[in-house]
């Protein structure tokens, strides 16, 4: 049976269902500071139920076997030159993981591997976009998106070859978001992350359906999530009841 408590958010849920999601981070990288000042934060905004894996610290424990869904949360996970051993090892659980039905959704465009996308160039040749165009083919994570999408500021995207999969969210004709299924898995791949800066479009403007709906699709069902109702607010202040000649009606009407 499946046994919920949702008085308190803080409060885990226990359920007999598989429905672990572990967050990898790198603490020997510059990059885990977008891991946990920018994707965590939605995270637990979403209800997402998770761990979070210090790869710097910690090495991947067989207890934590076929979990619903891996999360890289930032890119340059591993990229120094003594963390060679951690580069295969993680190669190889990613590789075994998709193999047990494990979902990936990786901000790291190295990682999970080519899968789907077979070339790097990175750094300082990385694309200044401004705006973004959503892919005209449909798909349960762009549904509601069409068209393009202005940024407030510069984003930038670095200039990637998508091997296979479906590209979603491009930016000057650079994959920003793709999709694809490997062996029994499911894989999105964000190639950046700055869109979630308040100076390029920010948490809330316009991607964060994108995000939880790739966390939706890439993991293994049945999955647990304690997601906010879809609330709409109003405040309304300083209204006089009593009404104006020209309305012929109190404000309060509506």
Known sequence: PLLLKCQNKNEPIKTDINSEVLVFINSNTVEVKKGKEKLIPYLNHFGIIFETIDLAKERISCRRDKPALIIISHSAITTSAKEKNLIVHLENYLDACLSSGTGILSFDPLMPGDYLISSHTMGENDHQVGELYFSSDKHYITEYHQGNKELFGLMSLPKLSV??????????????????????GKIVQWTSQDWMYYSVLGPMGGLDDCLWKSIVWAARKPFIMRALPPLVTMR??????AGRQQWNTTPFQW
């Open 163 to 184: 091997k296979k999969g479906h590209v979603l969210i491009t930016g000057n004709n650079f994959p920003l978001l793709v999709v694809g299924e490997e062996k029994k």
């Open 236 to 241: 309304v202040d300083d209204v006089v009841g």
